[in-house]
């Protein structure tokens, strides 16, 4: 925040927590019939796992790049 970037692990965690929590109250919503709360949920639910799935990459493409940078460190 404020010009500092949060970690992608925090980002990863709290997205992956927050998407379940928005899965597991939009299924409390259909059991309710309460549509326009399902609907809701649902689309910060995916929301959530997307931002998951986008800070989980970003790690993954951290380590391919510090990989790479090591090995081109360490023919040197």
């Known amino acids: ?3 500092r970037r949060v970690p ?3 980002v990863f965690a709290s997205s992956v927590a927050l998407a379940a ?8 919503a259909a059991q309710s019939q ?3 709360w399902v609907a ?4 910060l639910a995916v929301w959530f796992a997307v931002d998951a799935f986008r800070s ?3 790690v ?4 391919r790049l510090d990989a790479e940078k090591a ?4 023919h040197r």
Request: with cysteine; proline share 3%.
């Open 1 to 3: 925040m404020f010009g």
């Open 71 to 74: 090995a081109r460190n360490g």
């Open 56 to 58: 989980f990459s970003w």
């Open 34 to 36: 309460s549509w326009v």
């Open 40 to 43: 809701v949920a649902a689309v």
């Open 60 to 63: 993954q493409e951290k380590k």
């Open 8 to 10: 992608p692990h925090i």
């Open 21 to 28: 929590l928005c899965a597991v109250l939009a299924f409390l």
